[in-house]
């Protein structure tokens, strides 16, 4: 059993007996004193792919799905379809880009750290690392003379994701981006 407080996005939570990922939770602090905390959740349904509202105080308890974590490699993309290699077995797979939309800004081939949480031979969602670095391909040039100041501009990095960087950094550096809130961390 896990707390709704506990819950963290792409966790797998078990209800009435399906497996279901979670999306999004936006967590609301109520201002009535005495009142509790209240997390609203979006769920998809691992085998139907149907999205489920839900609202829960912090205490209330969930049942975790069951399932087997094994680290993966990621091979390429051929269409809608990404292929996959497990790195304990060799077994090679493939997810359709809709079951992994949250994962494809930060997929580069090759990439390893990724986790597959697996239920009964079947790939239920990609956990990736909580962090990763990626190349700059385009941004406004670095300003002469930028501190390093809350002033930001857009840059693109080489898996099409738009993130918000400091004014001295330049196309073709290398940057740590938070895969979890999609935000730029440092310079790798």
């Keep these: 059993m896990i707390k709704a407080c506990e819950l963290k996005k792409s966790s797998v939570i078990d209800i009435d007996g399906t497996p279901h990922i979670i999306q999004n939770i936006t967590q609301q602090s109520p201002t009535a004193r005495g009142g509790g ?5 979006r769920f998809r349904n691992v ?3 149907q999205k489920v509202d839900q609202t829960y105080r912090s205490e209330d308890p969930l049942q975790e ?3 087997d974590k094994s680290e993966v490699q990621y091979l390429y993309k051929d269409g809608d379809r990404y292929a996959f290699m497990d790195l304990e077995s060799y077994e090679q797979f493939e997810l359709m880009a809709e079951d992994i939309e ?3 800004p930060f997929l580069i ?3 390893e750290g990724i986790t ?3 239920s ?5 969602t990609l956990q990736m690392p909580d962090t990763i670095e990626l190349e700059i391909v385009e941004c406004p040039p670095a300003m002469k003379g930028a501190s390093a ?3 930001t501009k857009p840059a693109t990095l080489t898996t099409g994701l738009i993130v918000q960087v400091p004014e001295y950094i330049a196309p073709g550096e290398v940057v740590k981006v938070d895969t979890r809130e999609r935000k730029f961390l440092s310079r790798a």
Excluded: F, P, Q, W
Excluded at 37 to 41: D, F, G, H, L, R
Excluded at 120 to 124: A, H, I, P, Q, S
């Design 65 to 67: 799905a069951t399932y």
């Design 149 to 151: 100041t809350s002033r």
């Design 116 to 118: 597959a949480l697996v």
């Design 102 to 104: 949250d994962c494809l």
């Design 120 to 124: 009964e031979g079947r790939v239920l």
């Design 37 to 41: 905390t209240i997390y609203k959740v």
């Design 109 to 111: 081939e090759d990439m």
């Design 47 to 49: 085998s139907t792919n």
